[in-house]
């Protein structure tokens, strides 16, 4: 491409007048000379030409440049911004089957059975909200809500009190042979199946013949019947849950004491901070991630216990030990009553969904992630 200067510049007044002509002619001919672009002009007669000439074309060939290698860039970028979407679903597309396959399509289901009354062998028969209404006036449903939060609150709080403490006095301990021991002893429980923890607690706790009675008669204290008394029923309960779930609980804990810089609480000794102000101001705050999952886990945890109920007390006595899972399960596989069974289902999952949406929130305020 070509800018030729016809005549030469004889003052410099004459210079925005070349300079205009030089872009209209230059943009004419850029579309069909892009590959190569070469600015020459004619020999001028005076040093002001050959400057005015020579570099406001240079400017402008390279500005053109310039604007279509961006608008090749803006097009690639477009491109990758398209497939991107679309790798990220092909990546979580396992994880979404599984979802849709036994959580989406169950919580329809149950949502679906809600409207009918149906046994198993009869055909289901379509009742409308009746099956609503008559959750409204259930007085067993009550207290069997009120059986499940009080055994919640009490779990969660010694889950999160004991397991700091279990990950605070292992993660002390100076010795390896005995911080390999002490984690293993820990999360051993947890890994035990069910069944066998309740049955083992169920001979340990029993009234006559009980090892953890006979002991504490033996050193004079007149032990309860732990499974069959209406006062010590739920607390034996929230013994067995702690003692089998705590490992989970310490595993958080230990890790987020792990994730906590040493510098700091070195820095903090050397200003001559006591060791309660080191856990006030450092550990508690940098630990608060770990304890906001610990306490849901903890919390949704202990709401859909099922078989320490159903083992060793039968939701007895009377129905004092009687949970939403164990009323869902009597419900529907006992009194064959699946639709009444899917609204107490459902109430379950609305107040799991709803603690978690208030956790989210509140943690907004008390839970400090650390910016790298």
Not at 23 to 36: C, D, E, P
Not at 197 to 208: E, K, T
Not at 302 to 321: K, Q, Y
């Amino acid at each position: 491409m070509r800018v030729r200067i016809g005549r030469p510049l004889t003052s410099a007044g004459s210079v925005p007048g070349r300079l205009r002509a030089g872009t209209a002619r230059l943009a004419m001919t850029s579309g069909h000379h892009s590959a190569s672009r070469s600015v020459t002009a004619g020999p001028p007669t005076t040093g002001l030409g050959a400057a005015g000439s020579s570099a406001p074309a240079a400017g402008i060939a390279a500005a053109a440049g310039a604007g279509h290698s961006g608008k090749r860039r803006g097009r690639r970028w477009r491109g990758v911004g398209r497939r991107q979407p679309l790798a990220a679903y092909l990546m979580l597309s396992p994880a979404l089957i599984l979802y849709i396959a036994f959580i989406g399509i169950p919580l329809v289901g149950i949502v679906l059975v809600s409207f009918v009354q149906w046994d198993l062998i009869s055909p289901a028969r379509l009742v409308g909200l009746s099956n609503y209404r008559a959750v409204a006036h259930d007085p067993q449903l009550g207290q069997t809500l009120w059986n499940t939060f009080l055994f919640d609150v009490m779990t969660t709080a010694v889950h999160l009190v004991a397991g700091l403490g279990l990950a605070l006095a292992v993660t002390t301990v100076r010795s390896r042979v005995i911080r390999y021991w002490a984690r293993t002893a820990i999360v051993t429980p947890f890994l035990m199946s069910a069944g066998v923890v309740a049955l083992m607690w169920s001979y340990i706790m029993a009234d006559g013949t009980g090892p953890l009675n006979y002991y504490l008669s033996r050193i004079g204290l007149s032990p309860p019947n732990w499974l069959a008394s209406g006062t010590w029923s739920l607390p034996a309960l929230v013994i067995i849950d702690v003692w089998a779930t705590i490992g989970f609980t310490f595993i958080i804990f230990l890790v987020g004491l792990q994730s906590i810089p040493a510098e700091m609480y070195e820095a903090a000794s050397i200003d001559g901070a006591s060791a309660l102000s080191r856990f006030r101001s450092i550990t508690l705050p940098l630990l608060s991630p770990a304890t906001f999952i610990a306490s849901v886990t903890a919390f949704i945890g202990a709401f859909e216990i099922f078989t320490w109920p159903l083992i060793d007390t039968n939701g007895g006595p009377g129905i004092a030990t009687q949970t939403v899972l164990l009323y869902i399960y009597r419900s529907a596989f006992q009194n064959y009553q699946f639709g009444y069974s899917a609204v107490v289902s459902l109430i379950n999952v609305a107040i799991l969904v709803s603690f978690v949406v208030v956790m989210g929130v509140l943690a907004r305020k008390w839970v400090h992630y650390e910016r790298v």
